[in-house]
Nanobody
């Protein structure tokens, strides 16, 4: 199984940028479709972005499309989430997740096999 550790969260002003990283270990990274999800207080966990095993295709929620970019470096076993033009409504705990041995990414959190511990992103107005 794979272990996931996120980093890069913090406090940023509206309009600012952050880059989240998620380092994977314990298994062959290229077996996994990777995703980012977030959960705000009192809300359900929601899909943010996902990327195929090769990194050739990416998918985004409508709320972040055009502002966030997901990427991966299989040699570094790391997936990234570059976040720009941040808004207060982006405030949440961000989680990376891994879905093993599938070809087609899913937006469903329940389909992902492994999760990181999360990193807090706070956007002040």
């Amino acid at each position: 199984q794979v272990q996931l550790v996120e980093s890069g969260g913090g406090l940023v002003q509206t309009g600012g940028s952050l880059r989240l990283s998620c380092v994977a270990s314990g298994d062959l990274f290229s077996r996994y479709i990777m995703g980012w999800f977030r959960q705000a207080p009192g809300k359900e966990r929601e899909f943010v972005a996902t990327i195929t095993r090769s990194g050739g295709s990416t998918f985004y929620s409508d709320s972040v499309k055009g502002r966030f970019t997901i990427s991966r470096d299989n040699a570094k076993t790391t997936v990234y989430l570059q976040m720009t033009s941040l808004k207060p409504e982006d405030t949440a705990v961000y989680y990376c997740a891994a879905d093993r041995d599938v070809l087609i990414p899913t937006l469903r959190a329940g389909a992902y096999d492994y999760w990181g511990q999360g990193t807090q992103v706070t956007v002040s107005s």
